[in-house]
Each structure stands twice: as structure tokens, then as C-alpha cells.
């Protein structure tokens, strides 16, 4: 099972600190109104700041190169459902919470091993606190859907048989959640699992899904995967 991770340092809140003083006379200037400062919620990032921080696509992650959803716009299972509606987030975080500000979406696959994991990266960031109650909803659908929904595609729909806690980033982010899927699909009714780590980021969220095309178990979201999107996001640069 890949479920190690490399530890980066969590992205903190970076509050000024005025100080003024002078020879012997104090501050002048006006206190704080109340609801200022640290209780304040973190501003999403503009569409060109997230997509800078988002993997270019070209940029290789170990044997894993980053592309792009140029038919679709993104992963299809943006446009799935779930039953009950509970466990959508399990699916989609994409109209959780009324939706993301601004979000960028890339794929990564193996080139050499195009039958092996299949990973959506995708940054979302949200306003008004919205990030930290999309993973609330996202760690209660993670309880009561624990013994399976079905996920709606349309005319079609498909069985996840369990939804179990899998190993998160460990000192990432803010905070961050990750599950291991059971899904029975197709006609034979083939057992395959998917994988879902979600950070956060302040007001942003990046989420981790991968899969495998020939139904194996991809063993978790690739390490190299999460390391450099973290750098990329967190790094001078970023």
C-alpha cells in the first residue's frame, strides 16, 4: 500500500503585528474594530494565483506526468450524483457549499503504465469559510456512507460497496481527510478501489482522486503526486 507521505510545513495565517512606539509618547492610532485580525476568514485565491499554484501540465511527478481535461474541462465525475445526497462529497466536491470561487483541474497519469493509477488533481478556493465546512461535510459523508452509496452518472450509476479512513498527509495543510473506496462496477460487476485525500489549505482546497483502469488496487494516491503539488503550492513560488 502507498500510504507514506513527506512532511511539509502547514501554511499558517501570517498576522501583522503593529507596534508603535516612540521616544515617550504611545500609539495614536484608532484600536482594531471588533471581528478584525485572526478572527477573519482566509480570501480564496484569484483564477491566476490558483493556477499558478496548480502543477504546470509537462511537469513530471516521479514517473507521473501532469496534463490537462482538454475535452471534458475536468474529471466526469464532476458532473455525478450520489444516493442518498449525503455521501456527494465522496463523488464530487464541486457543488458542495454552493461551490468553489475559482478551481483548476489537472490529470495525472503514468505514460509508461497508462493502465495503472489515473490521478485528478483539483484546487478549489472558496470564500466566506466555506473550505473548512466543505471538509466537515466532506468527514460526515466519510461516516454515514461507510457501508456504500450509489454514485448517479446520468443514465447509468455505480456501487460503492464500503468507504474506509485511509492515511493522510501527515503536517500538510490545515487540515486534510483521505479515504479508500470500494466501487462493484460494470456489467461482471468488477471490484475496484479509488482513492481520496483532500487538503486544506486555508480558504483552498486540493483534492487527491486516483484510480486505477485495470481495476486493481492503486494502493493509495501516489506520494510523488501529493509531494510536488504540496511544493508547488506551499514553495517560494507558490
Known sequence: MNQGYGKHASTRTILAVLTCA?????????????????????????????????LSPGTQA???????YTVSGGPLSDAYGARPSACGPLVSLRAVRGGPVTQVHRRLTDPEN??????????????KGRAAAVLD?????????????????????????????????????DEALAYRLGLRDGKNGSASYE?????????????????????????????EIVDA??????????
Do not use: H, I, M, W
Open 114 to 127: 497508462l493502465r495503472g493509477a489515473d490521478v485528478a488533481v483539483q484546487l478549489r478556493s472558496y470564500d
Open 229 to 238: 503539488q504540496t511544493e508547488n503550492l506551499t514553495g517560494p513560488g507558490g
Open 62 to 68: 516521479g514517473p507521473y506526468r501532469t496534463g490537462e
Open 22 to 54: 516612540a521616544a515617550l509618547t504611545a500609539c495614536a492610532g484608532p484600536a482594531a474594530p471588533a471581528g478584525a485580525g485572526p478572527s477573519a476568514a482566509p480570501r480564496p485565491l484569484s483564477q491566476p494565483a490558483l493556477a499558478a499554484r496548480a
Open 195 to 223: 482513492y481520496l485525500t483532500v487538503v486544506r489549505y486555508g480558504a483552498t482546497l486540493v483534492s487527491f482522486r486516483a484510480e486505477s483502469l485495470d481495476d486493481k488496487d492503486p494502493g493509495g494516491v501516489p506520494k
Open 137 to 173: 461535510d466532506l468527514r460526515a459523508a466519510g461516516k454515514k456512507c461507510a457501508g456504500g452509496f450509489t454514485e448517479l452518472r446520468g443514465d447509468r450509476s455505480g456501487t460503492y460497496t464500503s468507504v474506509t479512513a485511509a492515511a493522510a498527509p501527515a503536517g500538510t495543510g
